[in-house]
């Protein structure tokens, strides 16, 4: 079986800094998802990326890069932590295939103070 | 306009009983396909069931069914004999011709013994 990792898993960042997040599968998955979720909150889609080197805009993705350089993995960088900003980062993958479900990662939790 | 409303956000149940979660979509697509999503307190986000849209079969895996309703755009998730385990927030989604899974903004179960 494979696995989705995400790092770090706890990001403590200051306002106004630039903080990157990464996530690798070795799933072999073409397609992945950065999601933000907020506290009680659903997700919320901030980039995703259909194979290597290529990048969507999801429905936030202001504040945001990403990059694929790698078919296993996508790094997503925060260009300007907001102060009190608190939220969970995940990272999915999938199989290029419009009924294949979505393998998360653990999340990455940010606190910018 | 969100595509994949939940409009219950807290369940509670008693053990052992059954418990429907509801869920409505909207899309214009002709073959789209349904997931449900468990997501534990520690956060690991878990695929869980699928409903193929162009099948008219309810999906059913272990203790989790679908009832799927094409004409009322409705997918609601049943959990039969539910067990204290099954607290968790469920997450709806749906996925079109394209890559991408949009989601609701989950329903927090609470099953009580």
């Known amino acids: 079986g494979g696995i989705i990792t995400q790092t770090p898993k706890f990001l403590i960042g200051q306002e106004g800094q630039k903080l990157t997040l990464k996530c690798q599968q070795n799933?072999?998955?073409?397609?992945m998802y950065w999601y933000r979720q907020d506290s009680g909150k659903g997700l919320r889609l901030i980039y995703y990326s259909i194979t290597e080197n290529d990048l969507q805009k999801g429905d936030l993705s202001e504040g945001y890069d990403a990059s694929r350089e790698k078919k296993s993995s996508f790094s997503l960088t925060v260009t300007s932590a907001q102060k009190n900003e608190m939220a969970v980062f995940l990272c999915?993958?999938?199989?290029?295939?419009?009924?294949?479900?979505?393998?998360f990662g653990s999340g990455t939790r940010l606190l910018v103070i | 306009a969100q595509k994949v409303t939940q409009t219950q956000t807290s369940i509670s149940v008693m053990e052992k009983t059954t418990v429907t979660m509801d869920c409505v979509y909207e899309t214009q697509d002709s073959s789209y396909f349904l997931f449900w999503y468990k997501q534990t307190a520690s956060g690991e986000i878990v695929f869980l069931i699928r409903q193929d849209s162009y099948k008219k079969e309810n999906a059913t895996v272990g203790h989790y069914s679908l009832n799927f309703q094409k004409p009322k755009s409705s997918i609601g998730l049943i959990i039969t004999a539910t067990q204290i385990e099954d607290s968790a927030v469920y997450f709806c989604?749906?996925?079109?011709?394209?890559?991408?899974?949009?989601f609701g903004d989950g329903t927090q179960l609470v099953v009580k013994p």
């Open positions: 989604a749906m996925r079109e011709n394209n890559n991408r899974i949009f």
């Open positions: 999915a993958s999938s199989i290029d295939r419009a009924n294949s479900d979505y393998t």
């Open positions: 799933f072999n998955h073409d397609t």
